[in-house]
């Protein structure tokens, strides 16, 4: 037999085959024999009690008197103040879906825009007005007396958390005609007492330090030294830089108020300004521009706004309210650095008082849906409707639990020192406000301007004698004489 | 006679009939000049004797406000800084406007440019021109008192000064002099040239023909011009308001109307009395009186003008 030889081509293609088993074979997992637990699901219905939330529509029965209704509010003010109502507004429609509300703004001359409208029957549901021709117009029956609807929801309203006299300040008693007295007419909502600002840039350029612990001891004769350390003049005797403008209108009460004097004593409704007190009152004031010119002269920096001067140094102080946050605080505080003081007391007495002012809301009379009024009334002076008044920086919120919050003083916006404006309440003063307020500063205006004039230099005694007599005339006849 | 009676009545009828065509076509400013002005005259006339404060209703006083008129010192005030205003803005306005016609009147290229610049300053709003002048007259910083210091003069108080507040006031309205001038422009246009061209061969030089054609014959438009200056002088108001309610007529506090109530007009204080003061009654008293104050002195206007107006119609030319 043949013997069959291995080509050398089948032998290496019999041992690469051979090889490539054997690495297979190598490859193989080894099968190791171990006991393995296997999770068998099983299914199995269990009883299980789970808590559902469920919603369930709430039916709240909606007051008729909130239901389809359009409510008008009027009211004053910057563009700021603009939409702080018109935010007012859509928070109060949202969270009263039956009621809309459109704040009317009135630009200028308010008041007579909110006769004609009275006049015409066409008064709005809701109207801001101030302290000052209130007791005129609460008399003339433009507002809804708000005593029912303070009793119902006295609680509500935690009547306790106004600043004092407040309250009392929109009271008019029909018959005896006296103000802060008598039935509620309308509720506070904010304002404040005049203050000092001063120009801290100007202080530091001066090397003026100022009043200790923002003034609160501080006399009228450290402010005179201090405004006399302010004025400068060149070499014509011209002021180049004032104190303070000498302020005109009820920016003057303090000073009078200060040294001892009264404009008028509304019990006995008669004026005291021609009393001793009153004439050195007067006399201090007018000094300030007529002696020390510490104030400028009529015609020095006339035509100019007090923030322009305030601004550029040209005036180291102005006397004012916390409604002057918002001019300043849109100029940069690297621009500006100002600051508050208190008002000084007066050096022999210890005392001083400030003017304030407060704005109130309204329900007008004879409008329709005065439940509804009053609600967005009472809106407006929730804590929330506080602290959105006291974010604006317009004036001090009329509740102290809010004004004392971060609302108003807010610390990350000047002033360093708005706490001032809340310190100050101690010494607070209310206006003379009566019947014949217009009347009034028209006598007073005419010789004020008079006395305290670089040309015409009324004598105080004279200038008072002649106020007294002609709002003597005005409180006793109600209407101005015929030859002031 | 039938033939006679038909005749009147086919007159008559045509006559009724052409009344009432006339009648038809005045009739909407008929209703308006009822609705807007004579009865609001009426109305006014009857509050002149209450006492209202426009948000309750009148009480009957009788003539008490109008006896009040001739006792209140400070309608006297205003109606003497009115007077004063009026008696020296209209023939200051008047001479003005007839120049500036007369120079607008000349036959050179552009003139309508020049005619519309000195028209513009009469469309300004109050407010601004106000604001404008303010600052010319600015005691320190103002162009008028820069410019009288390159002249060796002291500066003024202008507005401040109780004895300059309304001269001010007037050189503020002499800017406003374009309507005026328009209406002297379009007498200038109507006077014939042939009166000119026969004066001239008479020998009038420039001056005579000036004096004895155009003044003449521009007399009817002055006597209108002068009619309706003294009515708008007397009721000025938008001027003397903002100047007044800006503080910029030095008013250190509220009440006065300017330095020493140096810019209270007759008007202002009737706005005072009556929307300040809410005496509707006194107020409308007031402008009783204004309007009996124009009438008197438009009524003597009319019968001085025979004497020096010149209607070329009257003359059957």
Redesign the interface.
């Known amino acids: 037999m043949e013997k069959q030889k291995l080509s050398r081509r089948d032998f290496l293609l019999m041992s690469g085959a051979a090889a490539a088993g054997s690495l297979l074979a190598a490859c193989q997992p080894q099968v190791v024999e171990k006991t393995v637990e296997v999770e068998k699901v099983v299914e199995q219905t269990v009883e299980v009690e789970v808590p559902v939330e469920v919603e369930v529509e709430k039916v709240v029965e909606v007051p008729a008197e909130m239901e389809n209704v359009v409510l008008t509010h009027t009211f004053w003010g910057t563009s700021a103040e603009w939409q702080l109502w018109v935010a007012f507004d859509d928070q109060f429609s949202a969270e009263n879906p039956g009621v809309s509300v459109i704040s009317e703004h009135i630009p200028t ?1 308010y008041e ?1 825009q909110i ?2 409208r ?2 015409a029957g066409d008064m709005p549901n809701v109207l801001n007005m101030q302290d000052e021709p209130f007791p ?2 609460a008399d ?3 507002y809804t007396n708000l005593d029912p609807y303070v009793e119902m929801d006295a609680a509500e309203l935690d009547l306790d958390d106004f600043f004092p006299q407040l309250l009392d300040m929109f009271k008019w008693d029909k018959t005896t005609k006296t103000w802060m007295t008598g039935s509620q007419y309308a509720m506070p909502w904010d304002g404040a007492g005049i203050l000092w600002f001063y120009n801290m840039d100007l202080f530091d350029e001066l090397g003026l330090e100022p009043p200790a612990n923002n003034g609160w001891d501080w006399t009228m004769d450290e402010f005179l030294d201090l405004c006399l350390k302010i004025a400068e003049f060149d070499g014509d005797g ?1 002021m180049t830089r004032g104190a303070f403008r ?1 302020p ?2 009820v920016y ?1 009460m303090p000073f009078i108020m200060t040294m001892g004097g009264l404009y008028v004593d509304l019990d006995a409704k008669k004026c005291t300004l021609d009393t001793p007190e009153s004439i050195e009152a007067v006399q201090y004031y007018v000094d300030l521009r007529l002696k020390h010119h510490v104030c400028p002269h ?6 100019m706004s007090d923030l322009d001067l305030f601004r550029e140094g040209s005036l180291g102080m102005h006397l004012t309210g916390p409604w002057w946050f918002p001019d300043l605080r849109a100029i940069p505080w690297e621009e500006l650095r100002w600051d508050c003081l208190h008002f000084p007391k007066n050096p022999a007495t210890g005392e001083r008082y400030v003017r304030q002012s407060w704005d109130g809301m309204a329900i007008g009379v004879d409008t329709e849906n005065q439940d509804a009024s009053w609600e967005y009334i009472k809106f407006v002076l929730t804590p929330g409707g506080q602290g959105r008044i006291a974010e604006l920086g317009r004036a001090m919120p009329a509740r102290p639990s809010v004004a004392n919050s971060e609302g108003f003083m807010n610390p990350d916006l000047p002033p360093p020192n708005e706490k001032v404006f809340l310190d100050a309440v101690d010494y607070y003063h209310v206006q003379p406000i009566n019947l014949y307020w ?2 009034m ?6 010789y ?3 006395m ?2 670089e ?2 230099r009324m004598p105080v005694e004279e200038g008072c004698a002649k106020i007294t007599a002609g709002v003597d005339y005005l409180f006793e006849h109600g ?2 004489p ?3 | 006679m039938s033939v006679v009676t038909d005749k009147l009545s086919r007159r008559w009828s045509l006559r009724a009939k052409e009344a009432a065509a006339g009648y038809f076509f005045i009739l909407p400013f008929l209703i308006g000049f009822l609705w807007f002005t004579a009865i609001p005259m009426g109305v006014a006339l009857y509050i002149s004797f209450t006492e209202y ?4 209703p009148p009480e009957w006083v009788g003539v008490h406000h109008f006896v ?1 008129l001739f ?4 309608l006297r005030k205003a109606l003497a800084n009115t007077s004063f205003y009026a008696g020296l803005s209209v023939p200051l306005y008047l001479a003005t406007s007839f120049l500036a016609a007369l120079a607008m009147n000349s036959k050179i290229k552009g003139i309508r440019i020049y005619r519309t610049i000195f028209y513009l300053p009469s469309v300004i709003p109050a407010v601004a021109n106000v604001m404008l002048w ?2 010319i007259f ?4 103002g162009i008028a008192n820069f410019l009288l210091g390159l002249v060796g003069i002291e500066g003024q ?1 202008w507005f ?2 109780p004895n300059l507040s309304k001269p001010c006031l007037i050189a503020m309205g002499l800017w406003g002099i374009g309507p005026t001038m328009v209406i002297y422009l379009a007498g200038l246009q109507g006077v014939p040239p042939e009166l000119y061209e026969a004066a001239e061969i008479d020998g009038a030089g420039p001056w005579g023909r000036f004096l004895h054609v155009t003044i003449p014959m521009m007399s009817s438009v002055t006597f209108f011009n002068l009619i309706m200056g003294i009515i708008n002088a007397f009721q000025v108001f938008a001027l003397a308001f903002v100047l007044i309610e800006t ?2 007529g ?7 109307a300017g ?3 140096s810019l209270l007009f007759y008007v202002y204080y009737l706005y ?1 009395r009556g ?5 509707m009654g006194y107020a409308s008293a007031m402008g009783w009186l204004l309007l009996l104050i124009i009438l008197v002195l438009t009524v003597i206007q009319f019968k001085l003008a025979g004497s020096w107006v010149y209607y070329e119609a009257a003359r059957g030319a």
């Open positions: 001359q007579n006769m004609m009275r006049a005129r117009y003339q029956d433009v011209t000498l005109g209108w003057h009529t015609d020095e920096f006339a035509g217009d009347e500063w028209t006598v007073i205006g005419k004020w301007e008079e305290s004039n040309d015409i209407e101005l015929a030859d002031y | 404060n426009i948000v309750q009040r006792e209140d010192t400070r303010l600052w600015n005691p320190q910083w108080k401040l000064d503080g910029a030095g008013t250190a506090t509220a009440g006065a330095v020493q109530d005072q929307f300040q003061y809410q005496q």
